[in-house]
């Protein structure tokens, strides 16, 4: 069986294509971000209840939003050269990774182990308790294994949803990033 020539062009578009955020998830761009209590598992504020909005305050914040029971070790490499970019920026650039999950006590004890295996060092990783909806303001689409919100000056610069996110995406999330910074 022979390919058409056309057909084969199109393959050969489809499969080196760069993927970009495919959910709509997020607040928009433009919004000035809401509270987001949450219990930090990891970090300076560990084993405590607090708004890292309001904690974060004017800094340059990558949140991702990582629903629990979907996180992997492709997401895991992501958020690790999402970590690594944010820092690189400067600016006191940083993470906050939200885990959306049903089960908090069982993932009070996971996110240790993550952090342990990880080493992330700019990326406190805390616990939202539910997995059906998103914290009140943010807008979080839960069908999204993975969502970046990029807050600077206390207002949303971009947000992105993935279905599905490896490393892959990190170039796509960290210019966004720099571009909030003017960069």
């Known amino acids: 069986m022979r390919f058409h020539p ?3 062009l ?21 919004t000035v971000v809401s509270p987001l209590k949450v219990f930090a598992a990891t970090g300076d504020h560990a084993g405590k209840e607090l708004d890292f909005a309001a904690d974060r305050s004017k800094k340059p914040t990558i949140y991702i939003f990582v629903p629990h029971e979907r996180f992997d070790r492709p997401l895991a490499r992501l958020i690790k050269v999402l970590e690594k970019g944010a820092i690189e920026v400067g600016n006191d650039s940083s993470l906050v990774t939200v885990f959306l999950t049903a089960d908090e006590s069982k993932t009070k004890e996971h996110l240790p182990r993550i952090q342990m295996s990880l080493q992330f060092s700019a990326n406190p990783l805390v616990i939202f308790p539910s997995v059906t909806m998103s914290p009140e303001g943010w807008s979080v689409n839960t069908d999204a294994q993975l969502t970046a919100i990029i807050v600077n000056e206390g207002k949303v610069t971009a947000a992105f949803g993935y279905r599905s996110a490896n490393e892959t995406v990190a170039p796509e999330i960290l210019t966004a990033l720099k571009k909030s910074l003017g960069k």
């Open 10 to 30: 199109l393959l050969i578009v489809f499969v080196t294509t760069e993927v970009h955020a495919d959910i709509s998830s997020g607040p928009n761009v433009g």
């Open 6 to 8: 056309i057909f084969s």
